[in-house]
Each structure stands twice: as structure tokens, then as C-alpha cells.
């Protein structure tokens, strides 16, 4: 069959119904759980997490034949799919091992140093971590393309089904999938092995804030699986992907797709009224807005009264791709969007500063450096409520953004904050440090790689890393893919290449590699450090209070990070020695939320005189750190949750008053 894009004449066709949306996903409507034991045939023994830290509330209710139950992709939902979560069999070898025995269970879709997985233990770059369990495929999905479907997986995964490889993918933060059909079993258990192989912090992968060696701001390493693992069929026609764009002053919303089609099909896509009742899910979409046909990937469509998105109003409009061929729909997509628009804002009279403006007016972006680490799953939020619930109380605290800090979240995180209404500056995961105590734990070569300078209080005096290509060719294709899988999310705003020169490498070159994989969005060159002048913004860190060393007038400045007050609450830090905050630890709550208000009114004086953003440091405890607004284990919020956002909010207010 011939595959191309669609080249067809544009047509409208009215709709006769709306269809049901359902984006909570995890019900038997939209979903089949699978069941099937690991490949041993023994009955599983009972799950417990591992080791002596603090534990979430949540955990308490995994079910461990069934975690993380939820559709895991949000913005393109299909009716059949089957989630592979649960126990599977584990193993951690030679790194050139071929083949492994079972040595225990872990539970997916945790990692294998976390917790939640029962496991608890490390591996080093020499070693192969493996994983392996059955499945049965329902008779009727057999004339189906079979898709098998990777959340995350850090770093290497190795992919085997019934024995045959499957494929191979690189990379710790972005989704991939595996078309497996031909090398499944006509009936029966089908087998499925994964092995993966993760240097951490001893090679050149992005990684964060993983490292062998945990102290400061260097947290427990991450390997292996640790987001969904699941199953879809697909006609070989299907849709793949899609984006869209907005543009506010025209009326109109551009949707991309990417869909394997014949020339014998139509590919078209729907726009419906959304608003509220669509966006908390299981409920049934508006009215069509417009309906049209994609051509060459691409669709324009006019929306009458839009509805704009924004933290005080996130509205959503649904969407449905459909791939029609004589008549019959062969494929169909649920999805949703949000029209917004994120651009920069220069004042009038004499200062002329530039800020920060979403759908055309000037806001303040005020939120906190979000780790989005879990004292009992690591990456892994131990539920989908445990996940919202970082980013409901974020809100409830009175900010309107996020800084998701060297880490990528599951897709469901961002849907959350498209929902709820949170904007969002999305880190790149950093493949450096240049820490003496983390060095030394490296090979020479890798140790040496890092080692640069970092300029943090001024222009001049950062230096590159000196990286082979290689690296550099690596860091390109995870950040495209990052980029490619999260840029349908209409929360993000900001993309960030670089933090405080960690790994950082030609930094022009990466800015405009950014713009080329999404124009629609600001990109922040290097946060904290090492500018180039490029990029739309210069963002400097300094702790404990916030203040800007210097100013550029050609770019949107901000205070990229700030803050970090220490506070314990006894009985919920992580089992650490150190328990520390950048401005040391405080001996109450009213100590810590005195300082912290008078923060503000030092960050409210930064914006009379051009600051355009703030990042607070932090939303939670992280292992060592004591310096969050609410504890590691999200038991406690450490100060009043009132008084923190009616001060926050005044923050966000004063651009508005000065501008008026």
C-alpha cells in the first residue's frame, strides 16, 4: 500500500453528533488490563516497598496488579489499549549478559532504585538491568497493527518479544513505541523482555539531578522503566501525532498531524466547544466548531469567539482525527487543545522593559523550581492523584507557573496543568556538573568533559564544555524528541536548553536548533549563567533573596531561581545526615514565612524596575533539601497556605499596578 500525506481537496462536513471524550482514562470502557503472569507461571508474592525512607500517603494504595491504571496519553486517545503496569520479572547481570534468570519482581512502572519497585538497589554502568513478563492478546484486535508503548526508560532499552529483537532506544525522558506485530504468536502468552543499560552520571546522557554520589542537590539515581509500559492496536493507516498552534490576532488555530495514510484516504480533523465539563474528563464534548481535511500535514482552522487559555481560565477545545476511506472511518483519535498565545511585551515610555505576555497583555510569571521527585517512587508519582496534587496545591499556593526543574514529567502531568490552568518553563535534563565530590566518582574522560566555568553573577567569563560530537549529537536528538513529545501541551511556555552551565555547548547553536523544533514558544538560552545574548531571555539565579546582578535591556530578565529557606518538620524528612536550605534552616513556621514575605517585597521593588519572572526555590523537600513550601512527603504544607497566596498573588499583581 501506498503511504502518503493526504493531498485531497479541503471540504467541511457537519458532524450529527458529538463524540464522548474520555480523558481519565483507566475504565472499562477505554481500556483492557492484562492480567497475564510473569514468565516463571509462579503466582506472584505479595508487593511491599522497600528500604526505611518516608513513604507518600499514596502509596498505601497501589495495587500492585494494577499501579498507575490510568490512560497514560492524553491528547491521543484511542478506545482499545492494554496497560502492561504491574509485577514483572527482574534481573541485573553482566552488561554484556545475552540472556538473564529471574532473581525477584519488581513492580512497574517504578524504578528499579526506588521504593515503590520493592527492589531497591542500584546499577552501575557495567551491569544490564532486565525485565520480563507475558501477556495474552484479545482475539479481536488480530487483524490490528500491534504498537507496544514506553512512557520512559532510562537510559538504553533493549526490546525482545517472544525472543525476537524488537528495537533498540536511547534516551531517559521521552516516550517510544515498538510496532511488534511481526514477531508475535498467532494465540497464546506472548513473551516480553526489556533490557536496559544506565550510566547515570559516569557517561554523557542527559540525566538531571541523578548522580552515584548523593549529597547537596545530587539525588538517588533513577534506572530502567519508570513511566507506563502499554499496548494499542492500529489499522496500518493511523495517525501518529499532532500540534497545534494558535494565532490569536487572525482568529485561527493551525493543527499538524503526522499520519501514516494511503492515497485512497481523508484525513480530517474536528474542533469542538470543550470548556470545564470536557476538561475534567469522561464527559461529552460541545458543539463542533468546525470540521476540515488535513493536507500536507497541516489544517487551518477559523475559530469564531475564541476562548483563550490562561491560569485564570483554562479553557480547553476538544479535537477528533478520523481517517476516512470510501466512506468508513478506519481510524479515529479523541484529543483535546488550548488557544494561547505566548510572546514578548515591550512597555511604552522611558524604560521600555520587556516582559512576559500571554494572549497579549503583560503577566508576571511568578512559580516554584519543581524537582518532581517522590521520596518513595523517585521519578515516579506513586498515583495520578499524587501527581495532581503537586500541581493543585502549586495553585493553591497563588502561583500561575512552574519551572519543571532538569526532569521530564508523563504526559498525564502536563495534561494536569493544561487542565487546571499552569503554565509551565520546561528544563532540559543537563548531561554535566561541575561538582568535585560527584566528579571523582567518574571515569577521567567524562570528569574532565565537565569541567568548565560557569559564570553566574555576570556577561563575561563562561566557558563551554570541551564534549566530543558525539555528545553533543546525543544531547540534539533526546532534546528534539523531548521537544516533539511535549510541544502539543499548550501549559508549556518556556523551553530551557541550559542550567547553570551544566553540560553547557554552544549555546547560539542550541538556541536556534530550539526555535526550529517549536517557533511558537520563548526560549530561555541558559538559566542562571554562561549567556550568549540569544534567546529571548537572561535569567539570573541568587540565593537566598532575589536580585538582579545585572540587566539587559534587549531581553526579558528574570530571577530564575531564588529562595530556598530551610524548615524541618520532624517525622517527614528523607533518612539523610544533612538536612539543609539555602538560607539555612529555620526554627518555625513563622520564621520561615516572615522571611519569605519579606522576599517578596524585595521581589516586588525587581519588578518596578524590569523583572519580568520569578522562581522560587522550591515546591517540596528533596532528599537532603529542607528548603520546600510542603515536605517531601506532601504531608505538610510548611506555612499557612492562605497568607502564601495572598502575598504571592500581590506579587503577581504589582506588574499590573505598575503598568496601570
Request: with cysteine; hydrophobic share 35%.
Amino acid at each position: 500500500m501506498k503511504t502518503l500525506v493526504v493531498t485531497v481537496i479541503s471540504l467541511f462536513i457537519p458532524l450529527l453528533s458529538a463524540p464522548v471524550f474520555s480523558m481519565g482514562g483507566g475504565n472499562s470502557q477505554t481500556s483492557l488490563t492484562d492480567t497475564g503472569d510473569a514468565v516463571s507461571g509462579d503466582i506472584a508474592p505479595e508487593w511491599t516497598p522497600t528500604g526505611d525512607n518516608i513513604r507518600t500517603r499514596w502509596a498505601e494504595k497501589i495495587d500492585p496488579h494494577n499501579p498507575l491504571p490510568e490512560y497514560p496519553r492524553p491528547q491521543m486517545i484511542r478506545e482499545k489499549w492494554m496497560n502492561l503496569n504491574g509485577q514483572w520479572n527482574y534481573g541485573i547481570t553482566d552488561a554484556s549478559a545475552s540472556d538473564f534468570e529471574p532473581e525477584g519482581k519488581i513492580l512497574v512502572p517504578f524504578a528499579v532504585e526506588s521504593s515503590l519497585s520493592g527492589v531497591g538497589k542500584r546499577i552501575s554502568k557495567d551491569d544490564a538491568l532486565w525485565y520480563e513478563r507475558t501477556f495474552t492478546l484479545p482475539e479481536a484486535w488480530r487483524e490490528d497493527r500491534i504498537l507496544l508503548h514506553f512512557g520512559a526508560v532510562d537510559w538504553q532499552a533493549e526490546v525482545f518479544v517472544n525472543g525476537y529483537p524488537a528495537g533498540l532506544h536511547t534516551g531517559g525522558y521521552d516516550p517510544f513505541s515498538f510496532d511488534i506485530t511481526p514477531y508475535l504468536k498467532k494465540s497464546g502468552q506472548q513473551t516480553l523482555r526489556v533490557k536496559v543499560k544506565d550510566a547515570t552520571d559516569n557517561s554523557f546522557q542527559p540525566r538531571g539531578k541523578q548522580c552515584i554520589i548523593n549529597d547537596g542537590i545530587w539525588y538517588t539515581p533513577v534506572s530502567g522503566i519508570w513511566q507506563t509500559v502499554w499496548i494499542e492496536p492500529v489499522p496500518l493507516c493511523h495517525v501518529r501525532s499532532y500540534y497545534t498552534e494558535s494565532d490569536i490576532s487572525d482568529s485561527t488555530l493551525t493543527v499538524y498531524a503526522d499520519a501514516a495514510v494511503s492515497d485512497r484516504d481523508i484525513l480530517t480533523v474536528t474542533l469542538y466547544e470543550g470548556g470545564v465539563g470536557y476538561s475534567a474528563g469522561n464527559r461529552m464534548a460541545g458543539a463542533a466548531v468546525a470540521r476540515t481535511e488535513i493536507r500536507n500535514g497541516k489544517a487551518v482552522i477559523r475559530v469564531p469567539d475564541m476562548k483563550l487559555w490562561s491560569p485564570d481560565s483554562p479553557y480547553l477545545y476538544a479535537l477528533s482525527f478520523e481517517i476516512v476511506r470510501n466512506g468508513k472511518v478506519i481510524d479515529r483519535v479523541q484529543g483535546y487543545t488550548a488557544i494561547r498565545e505566548i510572546s514578548v511585551y515591550q512597555e511604552d515610555g522611558l524604560h521600555r522593559y520587556k516582559r512576559l505576555a500571554l494572549n497579549g497583555k503583560p503577566l508576571f510569571q511568578f512559580g516554584p523550581l519543581d524537582q518532581g521527585w517522590w521520596p518513595d517512587g523517585l521519578y515516579t508519582a506513586p498515583s495520578d492523584e499524587a501527581l495532581k496534587f503537586d500541581i493543585e496545591t502549586t495553585k493553591s499556593l497563588g502561583f500561575n507557573m512552574i519551572r519543571k526543574h532538569i526532569k521530564v514529567e508523563p504526559a498525564r502531568w502536563y495534561w494536569w496543568c493544561d487542565v487546571l490552568g499552569m503554565m509551565v518553563w520546561q528544563d532540559m535534563p543537563c548531561i554535566g556538573d561541575f561538582w568535585k565530590a560527584q566528579s571523582e566518582a567518574r571515569d577521567p574522560e567524562i570528569a574532565a568533559a565537565m569541567s568548565n566555568v560557569w559564570a553566574e553573577g555576570s556577561l563575561l567569563g563562561g566557558t563551554d564544555c570541551d564534549i566530543p560530537e558525539r555528545w553533543k549529537d546525543n544531547f540534539r536528538k533526546e532534546w528534539k524528541s523531548i521537544v516533539g513529545a511535549l510541544k502539543s501541551f499548550q501549559c508549556i511556555v518556556v523551553w530551557v536548553p541550559f542550567n547553570e552551565g551544566w553540560g553547557q555547548f554552544d549555546t547560539e547553536e542550541i538556541v536556534e536548533f530550539t526555535r526550529s523544533l517549536d517557533s511558537s514558544r520563548l526560549v530561555n538560552e541558559a538559566s542562571g549563567g554562561n549567556f550568549s545574548l540569544c534567546g529571548d531571555i537572561i535569567d539570573i539565579h541568587n540565593y537566598p533573596a532575589p536580585t538582579q546582578k545585572f540587566f539587559e535591556r534587549n531581553f526579558v530578565n528574570v530571577v530564575g531561581e531564588y529562595g530556598g529557606i530551610g524548615y524541618v518538620v520532624p517525622g517527614h524528612t528523607w533518612n539523610r545526615a544533612e538536612q539543609w536550605g539555602y538560607d539555612g534552616v529555620k526554627t518555625s513556621a513563622e520564621e520561615l514565612m516572615s522571611q519569605y514575605e519579606s522576599y517578596l517585597e524585595e521581589l516586588k521593588a525587581l519588578i518596578r524596575t524590569g523583572c519580568a519572572a520569578a522562581v522560587y526555590t522550591q515546591t517540596t523537600d528533596v532528599e537532603g533539601e529542607v528548603n520546600g513550601l510542603i515536605t517531601y512527603d506532601r504531608a505538610v504544607v510548611k506555612a499557612d497556605m492562605n497568607r502564601i497566596s495572598s502575598a504571592n498573588k500581590a506579587v503577581i499583581k504589582t506588574l499590573e499596578e505598575e503598568l496601570n
